[in-house]
């Protein structure tokens, strides 16, 4: 989708987000990869199966947007507000989580075969992120038993920040 097309549905949205006329944004299956939505106000937005890679949605609102479906990865979320947003089945893998706000983010840096590789824990949708897996607790460990079953050391790395994690959300 260029950039124009985008800009018009945008202030469209606004405009509804106002009842001032406008229209709701259906961005559902849109190609967004790449895209510029810095500080975009995408509250209420379908977004559902949207390809949303490696764009900036730095500051973006996205209140309850339905995100469920929507490609996510390497995508910018730092600042974004996503309170009540539906990311089911989203890909999430390599986002910046840095100060989104509406979830509970514990992302920890890791040393392990690829540098500067990220675990997070998303609390409120119970899923777990590193490079391009996700999934559940259990998943993730199957995933390092099967990768790493045969390397003690950055076996042992894994669950220590797993434990790590664990605990930080006990607090």
């Not at 106000?41 to 209140?63: E, I, K, P, T, V």
């Not at 890791?110 to 490079?131: C, F, H, P, S």
């Amino acid at each position: 989708m260029k950039q124009e097309e985008l800009d018009i549905i945008l202030e469209n949205h606004g405009k509804w987000l106002l009842n001032e006329g406008g229209e709701r944004a259906d961005l559902s299956n849109a190609d967004l990869k790449n895209t510029n939505l810095r500080f975009a106000n995408l509250r209420l937005a379908y977004l559902r199966g949207a390809d949303l890679s490696n764009a900036n949605l730095r500051g973006a609102n996205l209140r309850f947007a339905d995100l469920s479906y929507a490609n996510l990865s390497i995508a910018d979320l730092s600042y974004a507000n996503l309170s009540i947003a539906d990311l089911s089945y989203a890909n999430l893998s390599w986002v910046n989580w840095q100060h989104v706000e509406g979830l509970t983010v514990i992302c920890v840096q890791v040393d392990t075969t690829r540098k500067n590789n990220q675990i997070a824990y998303i609390k409120e949708l119970d899923i777990w992120i590193t490079g391009c897996f996700q999934g559940t607790l259990d998943e993730l460990k199957a995933s390092v038993e099967h990768t790493h079953g045969d390397n003690e050391k950055l076996r042992k790395r894994y669950y220590r920040v797993i434990d790590f994690i664990l605990n930080e959300v006990e607090e």
